[in-house]
């Protein structure tokens, strides 16, 4: 298997269709929550969701952040999905701002995923940037 795919439902799937279910599973939730609730609870509605389907998901994973082959300290995502895709989870106005998409970049380098997704649960519509490495 290489570190575009991984194993769901018996079957190798690339990352570009599990960030679909992702995404899919993601707008389920935002339609059964609604507007208004903080980011952990969407990101905790997400994981329940994702794992209710077989996904092997961690919440606030944490990967060392390395310097010259030193630990400088650690970040923690919001999702690790099937140790593929990374996932951030937003509910704010600014959830596209400059920091966040570099923040979304940094968090899949460091866990050498190939994919994150960010995603903003705030306003009427739910909202999907996706970042390649």
């Known amino acids: 298997m290489s570190h575009e795919t991984s194993v769901y439902a018996g079957k190798v799937i690339h990352y570009r269709d599990l960030t679909g279910i992702i995404v899919h599973t993601a707008f389920d939730v935002y339609h059964?929550?609604?507007?208004?609730?903080?980011?952990?609870?969407?990101?905790?509605?997400?994981?329940?969701?994702?794992?209710?389907?077989?996904?092997?998901?961690?919440?606030?994973?944490?990967?060392?952040?390395?310097?010259?082959?030193?630990?400088?300290?650690?970040?923690?995502?919001?999702?690790?999905?099937?140790?593929?895709?990374?996932?951030?989870?937003?509910?704010?106005?600014?959830?596209?701002?400059?920091t966040a998409k570099a923040q979304a970049l940094s968090n899949i380098r460091v866990c050498g995923r190939p994919i994150g997704l960010l995603i903003n649960f705030y306003g009427p519509e739910l909202r999907v940037k996706r970042f390649i490495r």
């Open 32 to 98: 059964a929550l609604g507007r208004g609730l903080r980011e952990r609870v969407y990101a905790g509605g997400l994981a329940l969701a994702l794992a209710k389907q077989g996904l092997s998901i961690a919440q606030e994973k944490p990967f060392p952040v390395m310097l010259k082959g030193e630990k400088v300290g650690e970040i923690r995502v919001d999702l690790d999905v099937q140790e593929l895709v990374i996932v951030e989870c937003k509910a704010a106005k600014d959830g596209f701002c400059p």
